[in-house]
């Protein structure tokens, strides 16, 4: 399997597998939090990932991931041998019906993240919900502006529906910019059956968006809970009694989880391995995030990149075909 993908019309080759931060300062911190970053750059990994938001649910501290993010970059003297990725837009936590992508409301949170992040160009700067009362050509301007001024490389988006990237792509088309670079959605083994999300402004790569990024390839397709929130390993470990609050139980989902138990066994290994091989055999080249406080565990993670795991392997008979 191939550990790394170069994405097309830029300079950036990236890991296959990328690292989240969203618990970054919570569990780890500090010397804790250096370790676990310099573990997985130490395996190969080049993508971290985090967002202006994360961790804001746990107070006081605001921007605290980027925070030790930015410990971590000035403690090492360098970023240039990682993909940085932050996200900016999102609405308060108390109001997420409420959009935040004013021109004013973005540049804010980019100054803020270039300050925690003790960096003075983001290489990837995510729009990380859609503004859909406003055009997307002035979504697209404003990230533009920020390219041009030199603070951001390259930009991209997260919980965008597929017409509206559609209509972004075309936008760019038309003024000749590059356009998005990477879109971050929900996407896992487990989300073809899940029941809908408690958070209705997250946006699940549904067959539509699949067959989107099976056509546009200089978008990349970041899935993130790669790992299905810990629901197959929950069900496995402390059975359907533990699960049954989840949105992933459902029937589909439990006929899944016999299918993963015959491939991990198949291979010799767990369900961590085999839910990232899942996303990683897809014939639409994808970059799954995940995440985690033990060193050991990203190692096992990332140890995915090594084996042979096969596409057919995962397929669901209802549903004929791949993308």
């Known amino acids: 399997m191939d550990k790394y993908l170069k994405i097309n019309n830029s300079d950036l080759t990236v890991c296959r597998i990328g690292f989240g931060t969203s618990q970054a300062g919570l569990p780890w911190d500090g010397a804790a939090a250096r370790g676990i970053l310099d573990g997985y750059i130490g395996l190969g990994g080049n993508l971290i990932d985090t967002a202006r938001i994360y961790s804001d649910w746990v107070p006081p501290e605001i921007g605290r991931s980027e925070r030790v993010l930015g410990d971590w ?27 935040r992508m004013s021109r004013e409301e973005i540049e804010s949170d980019l100054e803020k993240s270039l300050k925690s992040l003790c960096v003075e160009c983001i290489d990837i700067f995510c729009y990380h919900r859609d503004g859909i009362n406003r055009p997307v050509e002035y979504l697209i301007e404003t990230m533009e502006n920020f390219v041009r ?81 810990g629901f197959f390993h929950t069900l496995d470990s402390k059975g359907e009694e533990a699960v049954k609050d989840s949105p992933y139980y459902t029937t589909g989902n439990l006929e899944r989880y016999k299918k993963l138990k015959i491939i991990a066994k198949r291979h010799s290994t767990g369900f961590t391995q085999a839910l990232l091989g899942f996303v990683l055999t897809k014939k639409t080249a994808m970059i799954p995030l995940m995440s985690s406080g033990s060193v050991k565990h990203i190692e096992y993670a990332m140890d995915t990149l090594n084996i042979d795991f096969c596409a057919d392997e995962f397929k669901d008979e209802s549903a004929p075909g791949d993308i």
């Not at 403690?75 to 837009?89: F, Y």
């Not at 559609?166 to 990477?182: L, M, T, V």
């Open 149 to 229: 001024a030199g603070k951001i490389r390259y930009y991209g988006c997260s919980n965008w529906s597929a017409a509206r990237m559609a209509e972004a792509d075309a936008y760019c088309k038309q003024a000749g910019y590059r356009g998005f670079i990477i879109n971050e959605a929900l996407f896992n083994y487990g989300t073809k059956y899940m029941k809908p999300h408690s958070d209705d402004t997250l946006a699940v790569a549904d067959d539509s968006m699949l067959k989107y990024h099976a056509r546009t390839h200089d978008n990349v397709l970041v899935p993130y809970t790669s790992l299905c929130g």
């Open 73 to 99: 970059i000035r403690h090492r003297g360098k970023h240039s041998d990682i993909i940085l990725l932050t996200k900016c837009g999102h609405p308060r936590l108390n109001s997420m019906h409420t959009s």
